[in-house]
C-alpha cells in the first residue's frame, strides 16, 4: 500500500500549456506539502495545507495554484508552463499540524516535470 | 535566515569504510532536525528525527547525532546498498517559519565493493 501517491510519474509539456499534478496519502495526515527538487538536488517547499486550510505559502509565481479538496488530496495546477518549471515536485504529508510539537514529512516519488 | 549546510558534497567509500557526513545549521530555536535518503528516481525516506543536542539515533548501520549547531550521520562498515543521497533538514520554532522544512543541498554517497 502506498502511503503517499502522486499521479502522474512524468510530464513532458510544451511551454505555455497548464498542467495539474495529483497527490493522495492514505496515512491518515492533517498537513500536506508541495516540494519543489532543482536539477541540483534541492529541495525547497512550495505550499502547505492543514485540513484544507493553505498555511504556507512560500514565495511562488501565481501561475502554481494548490488545490485541497479533502484532507487526504492536495493538486497542483500551474498555468502557462515556461522552462523554469522543469524540476521533479514532491508531494509530502506529516500526522500534525504545524502548529504542534515536532512531526515528520513523509514524501511521494515525486512528478518529473519537463517543459519543451 | 534559517540555513542548513551539508558537507562534503559527495563521498567515495570502499565497502567497509567507515565515515560521517555532517549537517550544520542556523536556525531560530530548533524544533527538530530530520535525516533522510533518497534515492535515484525516488523521494526522500525518512530515516531519523532528532530533537536535542546530545540526543543519538542508530538504524542498521547508521547512527545520527546532534550538537546545537550540528548534527553528524555515522556510517559504519557501509555496504553497496547504502549508497544514496543523504538530505538533512531542520524545522524551526514557532513564529513565521511555522511547520516549514529547510533542507540541506545534500551528500551523494557512492560506496564500492
Known amino acids: 500500500d502506498t502511503a503517499v501517491s502522486q499521479t502522474p510519474k512524468y510530464l513532458v509539456t510544451q511551454m505555455g500549456n497548464d498542467k495539474s499534478i495529483k497527490c493522495e496519502q492514505n496515512l491518515g495526515h492533517d498537513t500536506m506539502y508541495w516540494y519543489k527538487q532543482d536539477s541540483k538536488k534541492f529541495l525547497k517547499i512550495m505550499f502547505s495545507?492543514?485540513?484544507?486550510?493553505?498555511?504556507i505559502n512560500e514565495t511562488v509565481p501565481n501561475r502554481f495554484s494548490p488545490k485541497s479538496p479533502d484532507k487526504a488530496h492536495l493538486n497542483l495546477h500551474i498555468n502557462s508552463l515556461e522552462l523554469g518549471d522543469s524540476a521533479v515536485y514532491f508531494c509530502a504529508s506529516s500526522q500534525e499540524g504545524p502548529f504542534l510539537e515536532q512531526e515528520t514529512q513523509y514524501f511521494g516519488p515525486g512528478t518529473r516535470l519537463l517543459v519543451l | 535566515e534559517d540555513q542548513v549546510t551539508q558537507s562534503p558534497e559527495a563521498l567515495r567509500l570502499q565497502e567497509g569504510e567507515s565515515s560521517s557526513l555532517n549537517c550544520s545549521y542556523t536556525v531560530s530555536g530548533l524544533r527538530g532536525l530530520f535525516w533522510y535518503r533518497q534515492d535515484p528516481g525516488k523521494g526522500p525516506e525518512f530515516l531519523f528525527t532528532l530533537y536535542s543536542a546530545g540526543e543519538e539515533k542508530e538504524k542498521e548501520r547508521l547512527k545520527a547525532t546532534l550538537t546545537k549547531k550540528e548534527s553528524f550521520l555515522h556510517i559504519t562498515a557501509p555496504k553497496p546498498e547504502d549508497s544514496a543521497t543523504y538530505l538533512c533538514?531542520?524545522?524551526?520554532?514557532?513564529?513565521?517559519?511555522?511547520?516549514?522544512?529547510?533542507f540541506g543541498r545534500g551528500t551523494q554517497l557512492t560506496v564500492w565493493p
Open positions: 495545507y492543514n485540513n484544507k486550510e493553505l498555511i
Open positions: 533538514a531542520v524545522q524551526a520554532g514557532r513564529g513565521s517559519t511555522l511547520g516549514r522544512l529547510y
